[in-house]
Structures are given as structure tokens and as C-alpha cells.
Nanobody, 122 residues
Framework: QVQLVESGGGLVQTGGSLRLSCAAS????????MGWYRQAPGKQRELVAR???????NYLDSVKSRFTISRDNAKNTVSLQMSSLKPEDTAVYYC????????????????WGQGTQVTVSS
């Protein structure tokens, strides 16, 4: 199995910054992608940013130029640096990883962290 442990959420004022981190552990063979999703109350979960093992990144349009995702392939960690935060960024942020494990070496399976709350006050 794979475990994803997130850290770094909290309360920040509008315009402030936060850094989220996520570490993957377990019977990992390879990680295809790691990323961050968020879900605000009453809304669907949405992809915020994702980074592939190649280094290619995807961002939600509303966070481009404000958020930066980075990854350490050797340590199986991913971070999300969030700047110029807005109240609409308030949500629970989830780390996700698409992983091939020792038990499933030919299939990539999605794993999720438990989520960390980010609250931006106006």
C-alpha cells in the first residue's frame, strides 16, 4: 500500500503565502504523477496543480502565476508553494499520486492523502 502524508495547511490573510508538502511512502515502484486537488464546501473537487515524473506541470487557470508545484523524485515528495492567496482559494487541499507498486507493477493506481485545510481570510 501507499500512504500520502500532507502538511503545511493553515490560516492566512489575503495576499499571504503558504507551502503545502506531501510525502509518499510504502511499497512504491514508480510514481507517474503527483499533484494537489482542492475541494471547497458545496463544490466539486478540482485539480490545482500536477507534476509528472518528466517534470511537466499542469495548473488550474486561476492559480497560474500564483502557485508553483515542485517534486523531488528521489524522496517521493511534492510541494505546492502558494502566493498571493485569495479567499476563493479556501478549501481542503488533497495530495494525490499515481503510483505503480510492488504488488501492481504494471498498473498505476491513484492514491490520496487525507487533506489539509487552507483558509484565506479577507
Amino acid at each position: 500500500q501507499v500512504q500520502l502524508v500532507e502538511s503545511g495547511g493553515g490560516l492566512v490573510q489575503t495576499g499571504g503565502s503558504l507551502r503545502l508538502s506531501c510525502a509518499a511512502s510504502g511499497s512504491i515502484l514508480s510514481i507517474y504523477s503527483m499533484g494537489w486537488y482542492r475541494q471547497a464546501p458545496g463544490k466539486q473537487r478540482e485539480l490545482v496543480a500536477r507534476i509528472f515524473s518528466s517534470g511537466t506541470t499542469n495548473y488550474l487557470d486561476s492559480v497560474k502565476s500564483r502557485f508553483t508545484i515542485s517534486r523531488d523524485n528521489a524522496k517521493n515528495t511534492v510541494s505546492l508553494q502558494m502566493s498571493s492567496l485569495k479567499p476563493e482559494d479556501t478549501a481542503v487541499y488533497y495530495c494525490a499520486a499515481r503510483v505503480a507498486t510492488i504488488r501492481t507493477p504494471t498498473a498505476f493506481i491513484d492514491y490520496w492523502g487525507q487533506g489539509t485545510q487552507v483558509t484565506v481570510s479577507s
